[in-house]
């Protein structure tokens, strides 16, 4: 019977794992359907063009609607929706890991169930820190801003880049950069270019 409660803890904590997965990546493919018919591809990763809806932006004020001294040469709508994409990644990984943590320190959890919860979590780690240091990287490189979400088999890199359409050349840049940190290949890599 305990080993049967504790399959059924690490079974709902990998599915909620999975649901946070998921929704995030459905998440990023809900902004990224509107613009994938007006994709260029260089080689096996495909760059699409500017976004023309996003679901984070809608009922914002334009940035020419209502400008700041704040405001810069980047858009405050543009840098509004970075900032909701890496919160809403980051919650969604919070209480993925939150649960994930409570099952390994379960005092009646076996062996093979605080391995796979501990696997888990060091997955997440190594997905957190490769998506830090491929939006650092795309950033260091001269675009204005970058947020990556990364799965297990694949990768969605949106990236800003002032307002100036991405090239070809900016797509090989991207992807030399993704493919370094992920060891990913170029058709498992899609590039959005954020309006």
Do not use: H
């Not at 605080?114 to 260091?140: H, P």
Request: hydrophobic content about 40%.
């Amino acid at each position: 019977m305990k080993l049967w409660k504790r399959n059924a803890v690490v079974a709902a904590i990998v599915l909620f794992v999975c649901a946070a997965v998921y929704l995030n990546w459905s998440y990023s493919q809900e902004g990224m359907s509107a613009s994938e018919d007006t994709g260029k591809v260089l080689g096996e990763a495909a760059l699409v063009g500017a976004q023309t809806s996003d679901p984070l932006l809608e009922g914002t004020p334009s940035p020419t609607a209502t400008p700041s001294a704040e405001e810069g040469s980047t858009s405050g709508t543009s840098s509004s929706y970075f900032d909701s994409a890496r919160l809403n990644r980051q919650q969604a990984r919070d209480s993925a890991l939150s649960l994930l943590q409570e099952a390994a320190a379960d005092a009646d959890a076996g062996e093979e169930a605080v391995a796979q919860a501990n696997e888990a979590i060091q997955a997440m780690a190594a997905y957190t820190t490769a998506e830090a240091n491929i939006e650092n990287l795309v950033t260091a490189k001269g675009y204005t801003d970058c947020v990556a979400f990364l799965s297990e088999d694949s990768i969605s890199v949106v990236v800003s880049n002032n307002g100036t359409a991405l090239t070809e050349t900016d797509t090989a840049k991207i992807s030399e950069i993704v493919q370094e940190e992920t060891g990913l290949s170029a058709s498992q890599i899609k590039i959005i270019e954020a309006s």
